[in-house]
């Protein structure tokens, strides 16, 4: 077993609760909508965890999409059964075993927990169909001025969520890699949007994958 699935399997029914929170829900829902998903179409959630997105991805491609939400830890996996009606599978987001292409893939609160994000964010923007559009959801140091003093417990919050609580330079090192795999993003869509949620604190990015 792996650091990652050591951890959340242990801490997967705290963080379900933290995950479904009300106030949680509308990043969420911005989330679902930013990959501008129809009736019918087929989307996937990178590391999906205990599933909260997946209602949200549901509801917007209906009942006649699909909705896959893959995750490494078996425990997370559990506490997303029933979430968004989705088909879950226990596989690596790093080399995803999917076989046909998508209409939106998102990668929600993941993409710090890869060593190589770049070409994480290359082999996801490759299962996406053309048109298709991929979606980034990640904390991120606020940089708005009335925001700098909390800046210290985003670090706490960044530490404890780590896997890693050894390594020195967690948060250099979270940020570098959320960086990365933005920036990748950029490069490999076009119509890209970004906004900030939750006072500067949340990145949400997308892009369009051309055709
Ligand atoms: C912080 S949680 C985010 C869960 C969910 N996306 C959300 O928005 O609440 C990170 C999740 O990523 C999963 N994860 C980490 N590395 C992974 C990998 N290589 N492949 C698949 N899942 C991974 C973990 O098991 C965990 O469930």
Known sequence: ???VQTFYGRWARVYDVLATLPGVQSWRQEAAT?????????????GCGTGANLPHLRE???ERGAVIGLDVTRGMLVRARG??????????ATRPPLAEPVDG????????????PRSVVDQWCDLVAPDGRVALLHFTRSERTWAR???AAYRALVWGSSTNKRQTGVTESHDRRVAAA???????????REQRLAGGYLRLASGRIEA
């Open 1 to 3: 077993m792996t650091d």
């Open 83 to 92: 979430r968004g009606q989705a088909q879950l599978l226990q596989a690596d």
């Open 105 to 116: 893939l998102l990668g929600s609160f993941v993409v710090a927990m890869f060593a190589d």
């Open 60 to 62: 917007a491609v209906g």
């Open 182 to 192: 933005y920036d990748r993003l950029t490069d490999r869509t076009t119509d890209h």
């Open 34 to 46: 930013a990959l501008d998903l129809a009736s019918g179409d087929s989307v996937v959630e990178m």
């Open 149 to 151: 003093p909390i800046n």
